[in-house]
């Protein structure tokens, strides 16, 4: 399994750096960053540095989104990148949440989802497109790569991550849920003859080593809230019958609104509808020994990946204590002589 950190693009931007390089040293081979851009930062401009003092890690979105910049515009960042520093990047994909709707914007249609993802996959893999009306590739881009995963939630998006999807990305870590997810990514890919196993599976979700309990839920109650958001519009669009897990759709019915200023972080004043339960569910919480015991379940459901959100009061330590011990209890066992 691999181990991804999620950070956000808060001021200064060298401690966003700063926590990138560490994740790197400690062994986590993907780091992600949101994509909002009156929120946070400019992540791009960013990631160029986290590239430069950086060997290895991988960098990329949690996720970006077809509205806000130009499908073009984004491939070539990700090929420019790739040219300067050898193929180190992923693109993290939805219909857009925050980046949107603080502009009174909508998420974008499955079908321009769909479009936008063929678009900057083909152009930032060195390969020509048809793009409104004309064939284009960029005649400075030779050899970069790019995978585009894609995150959902609801059915319809669901069965396109299947369907077009380098991977998937589910932003929780609720098992009975990521279970029903992957099966259903899986069977969507098989329907349209693809190989369900060649989709690369990521579960992200806040991680946080501790010991106090009623601590780390409060710091960590802002995902439910932000998970919330695409509920909500799961079940306006397919209502409460549907077929997603009611673990998923129960217990947004306490969601009075949502104030997109405190998106993302600790402590915020508009999630108290999130009952402990559904923490615990959807984060990663307590000492190693309960992040193990989880993520290893996690990795028998197919999970390739973990990002762990790193949106609370104890960074440093959760990225050491996962360096030196649950990666290492995740990673495959070889020995040095038989």
Not at 164 to 169: A, K, L
Not at 216 to 225: A, E, L, V
Request: proline share 4%.
């Amino acid at each position: 399994m691999d181990f991804g950190a999620v950070l956000q693009t808060n001021p200064p931007s060298a401690r966003t750096v700063q926590l990138a390089v560490l994740a790197e040293n400690h062994g986590f081979s993907h780091v992600w960053t949101f994509d909002s851009h009156l929120l946070w930062q400019e992540p791009y401009v960013i990631y160029s540095k986290i590239l430069a003092e950086t060997r290895k890690v991988i960098v990329g979105p949690m996720v970006t989104n077809p509205a806000t910049r130009d499908w073009t515009v984004t491939a070539s960042t990700y090929a420019t990148l790739n040219e300067m520093y050898g193929n180190r990047t992923i693109c993290g994909i939805g219909r857009g949440d925050s980046a949107v709707r603080v502009t009174n914007g909508r998420p974008s249609t499955l079908k321009t989802l769909r479009e936008s993802i063929h678009v900057i996959r083909e152009l930032a893999n060195s390969r020509s497109v048809e793009y409104n009306g004309a064939t284009l590739q960029f005649p400075w881009s030779q050899g970069s790569t790019l995978d585009v995963w894609v995150a959902a939630y609801g059915p319809l998006a669901l069965k396109l991550t299947g369907e077009v999807g380098d991977g998937f990305i589910l932003q929780m870590a609720d098992l009975d849920v990521a279970e029903w997810m992957i099966k259903t990514v899986r069977t969507a890919a098989k329907n349209v003859g693809r190989d369900p196993d060649a989709i690369k599976f990521c579960v992200a979700a806040p991680m946080h080593i501790g010991t106090d309990m009623p601590h780390m839920r409060d710091q960590n109650r802002w995902f439910g809230g932000m998970v919330g958001n695409h509920v909500a519009d799961i079940v306006a669009k397919y209502g409460e019958g549907s077929a997603v897990p009611k673990a998923l759709t129960d217990y947004i019915k306490g969601r009075e609104g949502y104030d997109y200023n405190e998106h993302g972080r600790a402590g915020n004043t508009h999630t108290d509808f999130v009952p402990d339960e559904i923490v615990d569910r959807f984060c990663l919480l307590g000492p190693a020994e309960a992040h193990i015991e989880k993520l290893k379940a996690l990795k028998e459901l197919g999970v390739d990946q973990f990002a762990g959100y790193l949106q609370h009061d104890n960074k440093e330590e959760t990225m050491r204590v996962y360096g030196e011990t649950v990666i290492p209890a995740l990673a495959d066992h070889i020995t040095a002589k038989a």
